[in-house]
Each structure stands twice: as structure tokens, then as C-alpha cells.
């Protein structure tokens, strides 16, 4: 079945280093989503790749699809201590008969050193 | 407007037993998909059901069923629990069903702990 891979599983920076995420899909993805968790709290969407090659920029986080749609980064620039939590990287499949699968990542639990 | 709302929050069940879980999705939205959070496996799907019909289906036991409403709210039951049910239960409501457009809303989910 389709697998999504994501690594690394823990990243302990001090506060203001960059950190960056990675996701790796055995088949190519309609799309890619990347979602964060907090401690204790529920995924919460961050964004969506669509297009072969996007780059897409909020404040602080660069998000990147590779051109072959088959994976993705996450790089956050500056870290701050907000940005604790678990980043999941979601790859949508779509099979032949049009039935949608949002399969996730393993995630990366970040942690931030003041 | 409101978001997804998940009920229990938090459950304890003996093994054995049984449990419902319930899930509003954000109104409007038609599909609500379910999600099984454990430490070691990560999110796992369930099921999607999208006008009161599953679209698609993971790879659970059929001890795990679920169905939707006509108003989209949709439950998940769980028979004859087992030590390893216990996880965090994650309800997801996107509009239109086809997640191609838009991303997840997830609720706060259900802490199952069986016992």
C-alpha cells in the first residue's frame, strides 16, 4: 500500500537554529498537506502542495514539493519557542477509481532549547 | 462557526466491552473522516464517509465500524475492545469530500484508554 515517510522522528534545536522536516512517498501524490501538532492538542492544517516544484512561504516556513511529486520538505527558518509540536506531512492518493486516501506521515516531534 | 466537535473527550472501557464515539463536522462540510493516533503507529485512517456513505476504508478489523448521518454527523463504534484500542480517536471534516481542494479540520479527539 502507499507509504509516507518522514524523517527525522526528533529534532531538538536551540532556540533561533533553522530546523527542517522531510517526507518521502513511495508513489507520486495529487498533493501533499502538512499539518502541526501541539503537546496535548490535535493536527491542525498548515498548507497544501499542489503543482510539481511549489514553494510556498508563511512568515518563517518555507514548504517545497519535489518535482517528481514524490516528496516534500518543511524548513522553518529562526526557530521560536511556538514552533514546538509535531510536524505531519500528509500525501494524498488518489486510486483509479477516484477514491480519495490521506495517508500521514510518522511525523517529527520538535523541541526547542531556550 | 463552530469547529469539529468530538464527543467523549475521554473514555474508559473495560476489555470486551464496546464504545461509541461521536463526531460533528463543521457545518457544511459533507465528509468526515476518522483517524486512529497511537505513539507507535502514528495516524492511521479508519474510514471516510462522505452523504452518509464510506468511500473508503483502511486496514482495521471489522471490530471497527462506523456510519454518518443525513445532518454529516457521523459515529465510529468500536466491539470487544482490546488492550490495543486504547489510542486517540481524531475526527476530520472537510467540505466537499475530495481533500484535493482542501485540507483537514480535525477535532480534539476521543482518549480511549481500555482496561
Known amino acids: 500500500g502507499q507509504q509516507v515517510m518522514q524523517i527525522p522522528q526528533y529534532q531538538h534545536v536551540q532556540e533561533g537554529e533553522d530546523f527542517t522536516t522531510y517526507c518521502n512517498s513511495s508513489?507520486?501524490?495529487?498533493?501533499i498537506q502538512w499539518y502541526k501538532q501541539r503537546p496535548g492538542g490535535h493536527p491542525v492544517f498548515l498548507i497544501q502542495?499542489?503543482?510539481?516544484?511549489e514553494v510556498k512561504k508563511q512568515k518563517r516556513l518555507t514548504f517545497q514539493f519535489g518535482e517528481a511529486k514524490k516528496n516534500s520538505s518543511l524548513h522553518i527558518t529562526a526557530t521560536q519557542t511556538t514552533d514546538v509540536g509535531t510536524y505531519f506531512c500528509?500525501?494524498?492518493?488518489?486510486?483509479?477509481?477516484?477514491?480519495?486516501?490521506?495517508?500521514f506521515g510518522t511525523g517529527t516531534r520538535l523541541t526547542i532549547i531556550p | 462557526k463552530a469547529g469539529v466537535t468530538q464527543t467523549p473527550r475521554y473514555l474508559i472501557k473495560t476489555r470486551g466491552q464496546q464504545v461509541t464515539l461521536s463526531c460533528s463536522p463543521i457545518?457544511?462540510?459533507?465528509?468526515v473522516s476518522w483517524y486512529q493516533q497511537t505513539p507507535g503507529q502514528g495516524l492511521q485512517f479508519l474510514f471516510e464517509?462522505?452523504?452518509?456513505?464510506?468511500?473508503n476504508k483502511g486496514n482495521f478489523p471489522g471490530r471497527f465500524s462506523g456510519r454518518q448521518f443525513s445532518n454529516s454527523r457521523s459515529e465510529m463504534n468500536v466491539s470487544t475492545l482490546e488492550l490495543g484500542d486504547s489510542a486517540l480517536y481524531l475526527c476530520?471534516?472537510?467540505?466537499?469530500?475530495?481533500?484535493?481542494?482542501?485540507?483537514?479540520?480535525f477535532g480534539s479527539g476521543t482518549r480511549l484508554t481500555v482496561v
Open positions: 508513489t507520486t501524490l495529487s498533493n
Open positions: 464517509y462522505f452523504s452518509e456513505t464510506q468511500r
Open positions: 457545518s457544511g462540510h459533507r465528509s
Open positions: 500528509a500525501g494524498l492518493f488518489i486510486s483509479n477509481f477516484g477514491n480519495e486516501k490521506l495517508t
Open positions: 476530520a471534516s472537510s467540505p466537499d469530500g475530495r481533500t484535493a481542494n482542501y485540507g483537514y479540520t
Open positions: 502542495l499542489v503543482k510539481s516544484g
